[in-house]
T-cell receptor, first 114, second 116 residues
């Protein structure tokens, strides 16, 4: 069965520091991979997605992610974190179970220290 | 970008009553809408997928008679929690997809349901 693991429940970084959020997946074929961000009281916003091609994907808000098939990973990175980046981040893989459904990881809560 | 709204954002209801949650796509036509449930500190769990004009497809373990989903138009889907009980208290999130890009879903802000 497809699954997504986000090993870090909470991460705290200082503003201006670099960030890497980990995501590992289990999937029987070439996956479609996504990173979403959820701020309190708001819906999930798509940061970036990987379908095929270049394994380094650029997203919005200065985020990027790299697909590493050998490691079954799709880690999210940002070179310099801003205080407004504090939020919950979800990695997702699809399609799962047929159609266009997504399977989400449990999320990583990012705290940014000023 | 595409915007999805949900109403209400918070609702408190008494045990045994029913509550309806609306999900609207504001600036695009959503041929497919998804309903998720999110428990504290946990992931989003897909409850059902609905296509406009068709019956919803429920995930295994989700009671279709308890969680009634209607997708009567290309911009509106509703989730009705019938005969709600305290264990139904949760955060419910909808998302919508356009047919031309099925793998990108636009999420609503969620509805916090508390059943007392």
């Amino acid at each position: 069965a497809q699954s997504v693991t986000q090993p870090d429940i909470h991460i705290t970084v200082s503003e201006g520091a670099s960030l890497e959020l980990r995501c590992n997946y289990s999937y029987g074929a070439t996956p479609y991979l996504f990173w979403y961000v959820q701020s309190p009281g708001q819906g999930l916003q798509l940061l970036l997605k990987y379908f095929s091609g270049d394994t380094l994907v650029q997203g919005i808000k200065g985020f990027e992610a790299e697909f590493k098939r050998s490691q079954s990973s799709f880690n999210l990175r940002k070179p310099s974190v801003h205080w407004s980046d504090a939020a919950e981040y979800f990695c997702a893989v699809g399609p799962t179970g047929g159609g266009n459904k997504l399977t989400f990881g449990t999320g990583t809560q990012l705290k940014v220290e000023l | 970008g595409a915007v999805v709204s949900q109403h209400p954002s918070r609702v408190i209801c008494k045990s045994g009553t029913s509550v309806k949650i609306e999900c609207r796509s504001l600036d695009f036509q959503a041929t497919t809408m998804f309903w998720y449930r999110q428990f504290p500190k946990q992931s989003l769990m897909l409850m059902a997928t609905s296509n406009e004009g068709s019956k919803a497809t429920y995930e295994q373990g989700v009671e279709k008679d308890k969680f009634l989903i209607n997708h009567a138009s290309l911009t509106l889907s509703t989730l009705t929690v019938t005969s709600a009980h305290p264990e139904d208290s949760s955060f419910y999130i909808c998302s919508a997809g356009e047919s031309r890009d099925l793998y990108e879903q636009y999420f609503g802000p969620g509805t916090r349901l508390t059943v007392t």
